[in-house]
């Protein structure tokens, strides 16, 4: 019997993941994911011939390896035994077996990515390097990767640093959070990918009840498809134009800042819209290719104020 099975169907996109072959079942895998009996495994195998930590999957960085932890009964990897404690490479598609009873192979082996799982054997995956929780639906705590592969986890008022293994509470259930932490460099991303190269161009109608949303970089214009969260990064957004007005004489750092309590009154929302319509700016920037998407908001300390994190602005009133 196997812990935390999951269909292969519950997977929509490609992410680093083991199959046991008697079953079909599919289980993301983290940076570093030990198999065997022990209920603290990432992967429990009720099987009495499997060490309680058998074996150890691991991200270097560049590929997987896998690795025998001295178990009694051992682990072959394509009909070979592995030297107990050393690490080898483990290609897709080759079968490793565990005390000659339980068989898996790697149908997939991407980079890890960040994994959630639920009390009741819920997996939630970080897709575009952003996650929230417990749902998309109800973003109480948004986990993302910064370009320096760090991954951050932030609720409405503070933001910090994940460690590579966590309890999360969110909406009054407990996730255990993996984030990868093997990467072999910092990630890269062009100019044409970072957030301090757009500029943001809204074309609002007459009647204010239309907005168009395009990225500007050199000469390429992307236009974003019509959202209900662009309304609040254009009040953002003519806040910030509003306090570079010479005449006011605030400096830089003092442009654009916005009470949070403040924004669902401009907007005529909800208070729990705002947290929502933050989470889905950023996915739509993600997917329009900006890798630091998370950087379109930022906050004070406080948690209290919030601005738009884009200088280059510009607004069109038809």
């Known amino acids: 019997m196997l812990g935390l099975s999951r269909s292969p169907s ?15 079942a599919e289980h993301p ?3 570093r994911h030990l198999l065997g009996r022990a209920p603290t495994c990432a992967l429990r195998i009720d099987d009495p011939g ?20 001295g178990s009694r009964n051992g682990t072959t990897l394509g009909g070979e035994a592995l030297v107990k404690g050393k690490r080898v490479p483990l290609p897709a598609q080759v079968e490793l077996e565990l005390a000659g009873a339980v068989r898996f192979v790697l149908v997939d082996a991407t980079e890890p990515t960040l994994i959630a799982f639920g009390p009741q ?10 996650l929230c929780l417990p749902s998309e639906e109800q973003p109480e705590l948004t986990l993302f990767r910064e370009l320096d592969g760090r991954w951050w986890v932030e609720d409405d008022a503070w933001a910090r640093e994940l460690g590579e ?21 910092t990630r890269e ?44 990064l254009l009040a953002l957004a003519r806040a910030r134009l509003a306090d570079a007005d010479p005449e006011r004489g605030l400096p830089e750092t003092e442009r654009g800042w916005v009470y949070r309590e403040d924004l669902p009154r401009m907007l005529a929302i ?18 329009a290719g900006i890798r630091d998407a998370v950087g379109l908001f930022e906050r ?5 104020q919030l601005r738009l994190g884009v200088r280059a602005l510009e607004i069109r009133d038809q």
Do not use: M, N
């Open 10 to 24: 519950c997977y929509r996109r490609a992410v680093a993941r083991l199959r046991h072959l008697a079953s079909g």
């Open 29 to 31: 895998l983290s940076a």
């Open 50 to 69: 499997v060490s309680g930590y058998h074996a150890e999957l691991s991200w270097d960085g560049e590929g997987w390896k896998v690795q025998d932890l």
């Open 121 to 130: 054997g819920e997996v939630r995956e970080a897709a575009h390097e952003l």
């Open 165 to 185: 293994v966590e309890s999360l509470v969110a909406g009054g259930q407990s996730w255990r959070v993996l984030s990868p932490r093997s990467l072999a460099s």
């Open 189 to 232: 991303a062009s100019g044409a990918g970072l957030l301090a190269e757009q500029r943001l161009c809204f074309e609002v109608s007459r009647d204010g009840e239309h907005v168009e949303l395009s990225l500007v970089h050199a000469t390429q214009r992307r236009a974003l498809a019509p959202r209900s969260h662009q309304f609040l």
């Open 270 to 287: 909800q208070p729990e819209l705002i947290h929502l319509w933050i989470h889905r700016a950023r996915k739509q920037l993600v997917q």
């Open 300 to 304: 004070r300390a406080s948690g209290t």
